[in-house]
């Protein structure tokens, strides 16, 4: 069974960094893909990075060149690098895994996505 565990939000002033963990099992990094997403009160979940077949990452525009994301596979684990946060940036982070993935597939949507993590708060307020 897949489960995902958020860690690392927390509150923090325009500017300054945060790095988000999520732990995965029961998931295949091989024939997988994993995403983050975001969402803030009163507004869609929105996708903000993605990890496809293993090795294939993609940043959305309004946080590429801030944010970053890596991944473990030995510690089943991928972060997300977040730096120079924006008010903007605030809302929960969830991290989600479609189990199959088929070579080729780019799911960027939440409801292509099977699995999800319970959710980790990031606040960025002066």
């Known amino acids: 069974q897949v489960q995902l565990v958020e860690t690392g939000g927390g509150s923090v002033r325009p500017g300054e960094s945060l790095t988000l963990s999520c732990v995965v099992s029961g998931f295949s990094y091989r024939t997988g893909c994993l995403a983050w997403f975001r969402q803030a009160p009163g507004k869609e979940r929105e996708g903000v990075a993605y990890?496809?077949?293993?090795?294939?990452?993609y940043l959305v525009d309004s946080v590429r060149g801030r944010f970053t994301q890596s991944q473990n596979s030995y510690a089943r684990t991928v972060y997300l690098q977040m730096r120079r946060l924006e008010p903007d940036d605030s809302g929960t982070y969830y991290c989600?895994?479609?189990?199959?993935?088929?070579?080729?597939?780019?799911?960027?949507?939440?409801?292509?996505?099977?699995?999800w993590g319970q959710g980790t708060q990031v606040r960025v307020s002066s």
């Open positions: 990890i496809w077949e293993g090795d294939v990452t």
């Open positions: 989600a895994a479609r189990v199959d993935c088929s070579s080729g597939a780019r799911p960027r949507r939440p409801d292509e996505f099977t699995h």
